[in-house]
């Protein structure tokens, strides 16, 4: 079955600091994709990446990285020099092509604090 | 121009009502979602709908019942609503179902709370 683990429940920085978000995540399917969404105080979802299993490259986007390991089933992403803006909270989560291939698994969550 | 769209955004009601909330989205996407979150934040899903037909059901009480009229709306109906029930709803859409790789959008969800 699909799981997507996001250990830290929350995360308090000070504004230009650099901070790591870990996704840990289990499947038994070959091609499975991985995503992570943006929830900010007001509210809505906001998609941030997608990623396929074949494709392990970095992504850098900005001030956002993600890194993608199979070896370790993780899917981190990064955030450099954090700003009060960033303020959120950030889910990991999990879609399969066969198996669970009919809805996203979220992670619970990490909430992120970045103080001015 | 709004691709997911739910209202009402802000919903108090009381124990034992029936409300519904609406769902539209303008992507053109075939397959459309409801997810509940929880207190503590936690997201999962209710119901998927792939060309208007149901593929999801999770272990939800039949008080709660999806309705799509059409591939753009997926409505959501809740009878005896119970003090549980308060949550944050939201609605989603995909082109096709994730597990080809498609992107899901979420509306701005729908705040109800039972009283």
């Known amino acids: 079955a699909q799981k997507v683990t996001q250990a830290q429940t929350e995360i308090s920085v000070v504004e230009k600091e650099d901070v790591t978000l870990d996704c840990v995540y289990e499947t038994r399917d070959t091609t499975y994709y991985l995503f992570w969404y943006k929830q900010p105080p007001s509210g809505e979802l906001v998609f941030l990446i997608r990623?396929?299993?074949?494709?392990?490259q970095n992504e850098i986007s900005g001030r956002y990285s993600w890194n993608f390991q199979k070896s370790t089933s993780s899917f981190n992403f990064t955030i450099t020099a954090s700003q009060v803006v960033d303020s959120a909270v950030y889910f990991c989560?999990?879609?399969?092509?066969?198996?669970?291939?009919?809805?996203?698994?979220f992670g619970s969550g990490t909430r992120l604090q970045v103080q001015p | 121009d709004t691709a997911v769209s739910q209202t009402p955004k802000y919903l108090v009601t009381q124990m034992g009502n029936d409300k519904s909330i609406k769902c539209e989205q303008n992507?053109?996407?075939?397959?459309m979602y409801w997810y509940k979150q929880d207190s503590k934040k936690f997201l999962k899903i209710m119901f998927s709908y792939n060309n208007k037909e149901l593929i999801i059901n999770e272990t939800v009480p039949n008080r709660f019942s999806p309705k799509s009229p059409d591939k753009a709306h997926l409505n959501l109906h809740i009878n005896s609503l119970e003090l549980g029930d308060s949550a944050v709803y939201f609605c989603?859409?995909?082109?096709?179902?994730?597990?080809?790789?498609?992107?899901?959008?979420f509306g701005e969800g729908s705040w109800l709370t039972v009283v």
């Open positions: 989560a999990l879609s399969e092509a066969y198996t669970g291939r009919r809805a996203l698994t």
């Open positions: 989603a859409s995909s082109q096709a179902l994730p597990g080809n790789g498609n992107t899901i959008y």
């Open positions: 990623r396929n299993s074949f494709d392990e």
């Open positions: 992507l053109g996407h075939d397959t």
